[in-house]
C-alpha cells in the first residue's frame, strides 16, 4: 500500500477575474470552483488516475476539514486523518487575474497528542509499503518533524519518499529515503550555488546520494529532469511540448508518476519517463492529469 502525508491540506477556494485585481474594490468573478489541495493529497490524486490505491494521512479540523475529506472520499480517495480540536483546516485563496494572486491562511494547531496519534497510524505500515512525505511543516511544529518521524521508522523495509526543501530535505538523508524530488533552484539553493549546467546539477544530486538519499530527482521545469538511480545509473529526459496553463501540482504529479512507473515495473528508466509525462500532464491543464494526456505525452518521449 502507498501511504501519503500532508500535515496542513487545504480547501483551495480559485476565483478568475476578467481583467486586473483592483486592490480596495469590489471585484466580481466570472468563474470559480474549490479544489482540495495539498502535497500528499495531490500525490494520492495522481496515483489514482494512474491505478494505484493510497491512504492520504494528515491532519484536518473544523467545518472546513469535514469539507476537505468528505470531498476527497467522493472522489474515491481513501483517507484516515486525524482530526485536531484548535482551529480549523485552511481555506486559500486563489485569485486568477491579469496577475495570479493568493492568500493562505494559517491551518490548526498539531499538539503533541496529535502528532502520537500520527505516529501510532505510521507504525501500522509495514515493510513494503510506500510513505509519502510532502510538503512544509507548519509552524506550530517543530523543524525537524519529519526527521523524528523517519527516525522512527528506520529498519522496517518502508519505501520513503519525500518531497521538500532545504533543512527538511537535507536533514532527512540520514535515514536513506527512497526517494527525493528538488527542482534544479531548490538543489542549488541547498549548496549556496546557481546551477546552470547539466553537470553542475549531476554533482550536486551526487552530493545528495553521498549524503544517503538513494533515488534523486532533479526536476527542471521546461529543460525535463535528471535522475540519478541507487544503481549508480544517471539518466537525463527532454520535456514534451505544450503550453504551461498550472504550474500548481507538477512537482507533485511528477513523484506520483515516477512511483507508478518504478512500481509496476522496477524500470527507472521507465519511471522517469512516466514521471515527466504526469508532471508535464498536470502543467498543461487547469487542473491535475488525467489519464488520457499522461498517456499521450508518455507516447512521446
Known sequence: MIYTVTFNPAIDYVVHL??????????????????FGGKGINVSNVLKTLGFDTVALGFVAGFTGDGLENGLREMGLATDFIH????????????????????????????DADMAQLTAQLDGITAGDVLV????????????????LMAHLQGR?????????????????????????PNNHELGEIFGRVLKTDEEIIECAAKLQEMGGRNILISMAGDGAILLDEKGGSHRI??????????????????????????????????????????????FSLGLAEKRLIDQLLATL
Open 133 to 148: 512525505f510532502s510538503g512544509s511543516i507548519p509552524a506550530c511544529l517543530p523543524s525537524d518533524t519529519y526527521e523524528k
Open 238 to 283: 527532454g520535456c514534451p511540448k505544450g503550453k504551461v496553463l498550472n504550474s500548481v501540482g507538477a512537482g507533485d504529479s511528477m513523484v506520483a508518476g515516477f512511483l507508478a512507473g518504478y512500481l509496476s515495473t522496477g524500470d527507472y528508466d521507465y519511471a522517469l519517463k512516466l514521471g515527466t509525462a504526469t508532471g508535464s500532464a498536470t502543467a
Open 84 to 111: 485536531v480540536k484548535e482551529g480549523m483546516t485552511r481555506i486559500n485563496v486563489k485569485i486568477k487575474a491579469a496577475e495570479e494572486s493568493e492568500i493562505n491562511g494559517i491551518g490548526p494547531v498539531i499538539t
Open 18 to 35: 476578467d481583467g486586473s485585481f483592483r486592490p480596495g474594490d469590489i471585484n466580481r468573478n466570472v468563474s470559480e470552483e474549490y479544489q
Open 157 to 181: 523495509g518502508i519505501s520513503i519518499a519525500v518531497d521538500a526543501t532545504r533543512d527538511l530535505l537535507v536533514n532527512v538523508l540520514k535515514y536513506h529515503p527512497f526517494l527525493i524530488k
